[in-house]
């Protein structure tokens, strides 16, 4: 017969007291001051989009999509009458969608080029002067870029407001986005894959193509959604670049509107309060469903 | 080198007097001259640090991937000297496996195999094209463990199975010599054994050089071992005869297990 005989008396000079209780009240406190807290921060999102939702959902309509912003004095009657304004902000949202597209056609080859170019020459002195300088051009005020859009394609390219101007400004914006994260996927990619591709004696570029490219396309394309969920609200730079029009515009030398600028617009017109809000909803709605799309691909490539 | 029993006729590869640095002046491979049998194989056994993969590396001229590494000497694949060739010619004639399996991950089991061909532009017909993967899974021993889901990706199979893959790719551009770096240091005793056997197998088709921690790996499967010690080749022979009467005491005491 074994028998184990366990020594419980370690250390018999520490005394334990028994202050259970107070214990559990402290880590009772310590949570609630955490779910305040967290109430706190997510109140204003909440707050915003229902608010959005209360205000705008009674203006969000088939017209909403398909027509352009109505007249101040269309709006007055309406609600004299107490209708819903008629029209929409169909000027706003193709111009929105041109301005953008041209933006990431300019962007993304450019800002994954450099990408790539930093990533294969990492604690080089020339990528390390890139990589700060596109750090910097991340926090020039979109302003600033609005400026420099007037400066050098409003007055030298095109001669006068043009969606392309501002596509010009956002591209600029959206370059050190894409910079950054397309160094950053990247480098996540085992550097075995690179090797196993070299010893095929695959050339330079075609790893970098058809292997490295590739092997990260999810977090280049994540990069390049936040990049434009980034720009999709920007006022500033759009107000000295594409200046608004009250048509649907698709020619890249003119005059174009956008959402955020019918939201300007709407603000300074007492009449349009109401589109205010649908616009807004509208803009949010599509920055969430860009953001979520991304967040989507983040957790597939995680899997 | 220090001793040599080996007289190679008609090598495959030679090693002559080849030494790199990875810092300047700090060399991980001092002076090793070697020759390398045709249809053998060779295993370069030694403790952590001893320059062994970084000698492997060299022979495919990876270490070019990377900046600042220098290598003086010279090697030379039927008497021409690689450094002198075309990279992406040489690594075609010398195929690499790694210590981790690695596949394409972007890649179905049958595009991995022939990623060779698909990576470098060469135009097949679907005919050669199956033919090549089915020969190449054939030979590694994989094809009837995957024929049924080869448009699955290769990162979905086990370790092993990755590993076979990985060799099946480097054979399927048939390449001359084949260079292992610890193909089986990531893999189970019975995954490892399996890839022992098919290398066996495959050095009546090519040449074989494998870097190896595992001593009695070496003892089962090689023909000649190569033993590094701090950067230097101490002894270099016929595996059975190095194993049972070694020359130098280093070699000696690795084998018998004093240190490693």
């Keep these: ?303 | 080198m220090k001793e040599n029993n080996l007289d190679i006729q008609n090598p495959i590869l030679s090693i002559k007097d080849l030494s790199i640095a990875y810092v300047q002046d700090k060399y991980a491979v001092k002076n090793v001259n070697a020759e390398i049998e045709r249809n053998a194989i060779t295993a370069i056994m030694g403790p952590s640090g001893c320059g062994k993969s970084t000698l492997l590396r060299a022979i495919n001229r990876m270490h070019e991937l990377y900046p600042n590494i220098n290598t003086k000497g010279e090697i030379l694949l039927h008497q021409e000297n690689i450094y002198k060739m075309d990279t992406i010619k040489l690594r075609r004639k010398i195929g690499m496996v790694f210590q981790r399996p690695n596949p394409f991950p972007t890649m179905s089991i049958y595009d991995n195999v022939i990623a060779g061909y698909k990576l470098n532009g060469v135009k097949l017909k679907k005919q050669q094209r199956d033919e090549i993967v089915e020969k190449s899974l054939q030979d590694v021993t994989l094809w009837s463990e995957v024929k049924d889901s080869l448009f699955k990706k290769g990162t979905f199979l086990s370790g092993g199975q990755q590993q076979r893959l990985c060799i099946a790719r480097a054979l399927a551009y048939n390449p001359e010599v084949i260079l292992l770096d610890e193909p089986t240091s990531a893999l189970d005793p019975i995954a490892t054994a399996r890839v022992e056997e098919l290398l066996v197998e495959l050095k009546k088709k090519y040449t074989i050089v494998l870097v190896t921690h595992n001593m009695s790996q070496a003892a089962r499967i090689s023909d000649n071992s190569l033993f590094m010690y701090l950067g230097e080749l101490v002894e270099y022979g016929k595996t059975n005869v190095m194993f049972t009467n070694p020359i130098d005491s280093r070699t000696e005491a690795y084998l018998t297990g004093q240190f490693g």
Excluded at chain 1, 69 to 85: L, N, Q, R, Y
Excluded at chain 1, 275 to 289: D, T, Y
Aim: charged share 15%.
């Design chain 1, 1 to 303: 017969m074994i028998s184990i005989t366990i020594n419980r008396n370690i250390s018999p000079s520490i005394k334990f007291k028994d202050n259970s209780n107070l214990r559990k009240l402290k880590n009772r406190i310590f949570k609630i001051i955490i779910i305040i807290l967290s109430i706190i921060t997510i109140s204003p999102i909440v707050l915003i989009l229902s608010k959005l939702v209360i205000k705008g959902f009674r203006q969000i309509n088939i017209d909403f999509f398909t027509q352009v912003a109505p007249d101040t004095f269309e709006a007055m009657m309406a609600i004299a009458s107490g209708d819903v304004i008629p029209g929409g902000i169909a000027n706003g949202i193709t111009g929105t969608l041109l301005i953008v597209i041209i933006a990431s056609v300019i962007a993304i080859p450019i800002g994954v080029i450099t990408g790539v170019y930093l990533y294969e020459n990492q604690g080089k002195k020339y990528a390390n002067l890139i990589r700060n300088l596109s750090d910097i051009l991340q926090g020039v005020p979109s302003i600033v870029l609005g400026i420099i859009g007037y400066l050098w394609v409003v007055l030298r390219v095109t001669n006068g407001f043009s969606a392309f101007a501002g596509s010009v400004a956002l591209s600029i914006m959206m370059l050190p986005l894409i910079v950054r994260s397309t160094e950053e996927t990247m480098k996540m990619v085992p550097e075995n894959i690179k090797e196993a591709a070299a010893a095929l004696g695959v050339p330079y570029h075609k790893i970098i193509l058809r292997v490295m490219i590739p092997s990260s396309f999810s977090g280049l394309l994540t990069g390049i959604l936040l990049a434009i969920s980034r720009v999709l609200g920007e006022t500033a730079p759009l107000l000295l670049t594409t200046l608004g029009s009250s048509f649907i515009n698709l020619n890249i030398s003119k005059p174009t509107s956008a959402v955020p600028l019918l939201i300007w617009n709407f603000y300074n017109d007492p009449n349009m309060i109401n589109l205010i809000w649908s616009s807004s909803l509208f803009l949010i709605g599509l920055v969430l469903a860009l953001n979520l799309i991304a967040k989507r691909i983040i957790a597939r490539r995680e899997k």
